[in-house]
């Protein structure tokens, strides 16, 4: 079975880090593209940032503080996030795509195994 597996959130001062982990089963990680999402309360979910054959996308808002990478040994998804602001404070999701253009990435209804969030929150 396909299961994806997000886990690292927790409660954080603004200006502090997180690392993000996603542990794929079921399928191998590079044959896939895989997107982080975050859902905050009363908002859509949008995309945060993704990774697939090397290439790496990120929304504006996250950009040159939230890094994606991977492991294909643990078979593992990581993100990265530094100087943290009380606007990243969310549900974040990690995500394995259909096959999708790279323009597309942002787009929830392409992908189509989900994990089962974990909490973020930015608060002093």
């Known amino acids: 079975d396909v299961q994806l597996q997000a886990s690292g959130g927790g409660l954080v001062q603004p200006g502090g880090s997180l690392r993000l982990s996603c542990a794929a089963s079921?399928?191998?990680?590079?044959?896939?593209?895989i997107g982080w999402f975050r859902q905050a309360p009363g908002k859509e979910r949008e995309g945060v940032s993704y990774i697939n054959v090397g290439r790496k996308f990120y929304a504006t808002s996250v950009k040159d503080r939230f890094t994606i990478s991977r492991d294909n040994a643990k078979n593992t998804v990581y993100l990265q996030m530094n100087s943290l602001k009380p606007e990243d404070t969310a549900v974040y999701y990690c995500?394995?795509?259909?096959?999708?253009?790279?323009?597309?990435?942002?787009?929830?209804?392409?992908?189509?195994?989900w994990g089962q969030g974990t909490q973020v929150t930015v608060s002093s």
């Open positions: 995500a394995r795509a259909s096959r999708l253009p790279f323009s597309l990435w942002r787009t929830p209804p392409n992908y189509t195994y």
């Open positions: 079921g399928f191998a990680l590079d044959d896939y593209g």
